[in-house]
């Protein structure tokens, strides 16, 4: 290998090593991400949440996000919530957003997702003043955690995505060449600005809106180092929903589906709608997979309707 060649090698390594921990810096040195952000640690995890608080409070919200999102999927829809008088808790699942990255947790020390958000919203409030909401794969932790917290007052689904075994996908091999290729995507095809802006199309299913999305939301949390490898370990990881069990829960449920969502399939809606088959049910014409955001102001008078009927 000549000079040059040598020089070339060496300036690449160089870049491929300073480059994630630059991500790895940029993450920890933002204590803060938003002037309403809080953490909450157990164990080796730490959960970014933030809590909007409501005036002459009516109850309490917990949301959950969708894959790849993040608490500001549900700025727009708390916002109105908070001023109908419900205080929202937007809370960053492991390996989103700000929270802990599920690779850097062991085997031993891993605590599941929803025991996780159990334990935050009982750090805020006892159990039974909490209603919860979730969206996409959210809205599939959401129906895990009301089914082993019965006690809480509601289940809201938004486009939910049912969790199936991630058991198949545990091959430590298969998983980190997984996990390369997801964060190739993430840290470095999300700053492809028209190509993440299609995406989001996609997800609203409304350029108007789209155009004028800030797509920082969307790309930011996604580029911090290993959040692809992260979301294949969390994958693997996740508690599956039972569906028999979660069919038997009492609380009252709304279900909001989107009739041009591009994500779910018929039979995960079909799914949904038999695991829920007295559910209070509302369809979002002419709504995508992110509807929550585009949205908001209809879903708002659907979910007070429902809280408040």
Same mark, same amino acid.
């Given at each position: 290998?000549?000079?040059?060649?040598? /020089?070339?090698?060496?300036?690449? !390594?160089?870049? *491929?090593?300073?480059?994630?921990?630059?991500?790895?810096?940029? #993450?920890?040195?933002?204590?803060?991400?938003?002037?309403?952000?809080?953490?909450?640690?157990?164990?080796?995890?730490?959960?970014?949440?933030?809590? *909007?608080?409501?005036?002459?409070?009516?109850?309490?919200?917990?949301?959950?996000?969708?894959?790849?999102?993040?608490?500001?999927?549900?700025? @727009?829809?708390?916002?109105?919530?908070?001023?109908?008088?419900?205080?929202?808790?937007?809370?960053?699942? @492991?390996? $989103?957003?700000?929270?802990? /990255?599920? !690779?850097? %947790?062991?085997?031993?020390? $891993?605590?599941? /997702?929803?025991?996780?958000?159990?334990?935050?919203?009982?750090?805020?409030?006892?159990?039974?003043?909490?209603?919860?909401? +979730?969206?996409?794969?959210?809205? +599939?932790?959401?129906?895990?955690?009301?089914?082993?917290?019965?006690?809480?007052?509601?289940?809201?689904?938004?486009?939910?995505?049912?969790?199936?075994?991630?058991?198949?996908?545990?091959? @430590?091999?298969?998983?980190?060449?997984? +996990?390369?290729?997801?964060? #190739? %995507? $993430?840290?470095?095809?999300?700053?492809?600005?028209?190509?993440? /802006?299609?995406?989001?199309?996609?997800?609203?299913?409304?350029?108007?809106?789209?155009?004028?999305?800030?797509?920082?939301?969307?790309?930011? @949390?996604?580029?911090?180092?290993?959040? +692809?490898?992260?979301?294949?370990?969390?994958?693997?990881?996740?508690?599956?929903?039972?569906?028999?069990?979660?069919?038997?829960?009492?609380?009252?449920?709304?279900?909001?589906?989107?009739?041009?969502?591009?994500?779910?399939?018929?039979?995960?809606?079909?799914?949904?709608?038999?695991? #829920?088959?007295?559910?209070?049910?509302?369809?979002?014409?002419?709504?995508?997979?992110? !509807?929550?955001?585009?949205?908001?102001?209809?879903?708002?008078?659907?979910?007070?309707?429902?809280?408040?009927?």
């Amino acid at each position: 290998m000549n000079r040059t060649t040598t /020089r070339i090698f060496s300036l690449i !390594c160089a870049f *491929l090593f300073i480059i994630p921990m630059l991500s790895l810096s940029a #993450f920890a040195a933002e204590e803060k991400p938003f002037e309403n952000s809080r953490f909450y640690t157990q164990g080796k995890y730490t959960i970014h949440y933030r809590v *909007l608080e409501a005036e002459n409070e009516k109850g309490k919200i917990l949301m959950i996000h969708g894959f790849a999102l993040s608490t500001a999927t549900w700025e @727009p829809l708390a916002a109105n919530l908070v001023d109908e008088g419900y205080t929202c808790v937007l809370v960053d699942l @492991p390996g $989103f957003g700000y929270s802990t /990255r599920e !690779c850097d %947790v062991s085997e031993e020390d $891993f605590i599941a /997702r929803e025991q996780l958000v159990i334990s935050l919203m009982k750090t805020i409030a006892p159990i039974e003043e909490w209603h919860i909401m +979730g969206q996409s794969m959210g809205g +599939g932790v959401s129906m895990n955690i009301a089914a082993m917290e019965p006690s809480i007052k509601s289940l809201m689904l938004v486009c939910p995505c049912p969790i199936s075994d991630g058991s198949s996908m545990s091959n @430590p091999i298969m998983l980190k060449i997984m +996990g390369a290729m997801s964060n #190739f %995507v $993430f840290e470095h095809l999300t700053k492809i600005t028209p190509l993440l /802006r299609l995406v989001a199309y996609f997800a609203f299913m409304d350029w108007e809106f789209t155009k004028n999305y800030d797509l920082d939301a969307i790309s930011k @949390p996604l580029q911090i180092h290993n959040t +692809g490898y992260s979301n294949m370990l969390t994958a693997a990881r996740a508690m599956p929903n039972d569906l028999e069990k979660i069919s038997k829960i009492e609380m009252p449920v709304l279900v909001i589906q989107a009739d041009k969502d591009m994500i779910l399939t018929d039979d995960m809606k079909k799914t949904v709608a038999e695991t #829920f088959p007295d559910a209070t049910n509302y369809l979002v014409v002419n709504g995508g997979h992110m !509807c929550e955001e585009n949205r908001a102001d209809e879903l708002n008078q659907v979910i007070i309707d429902f809280l408040e009927k």
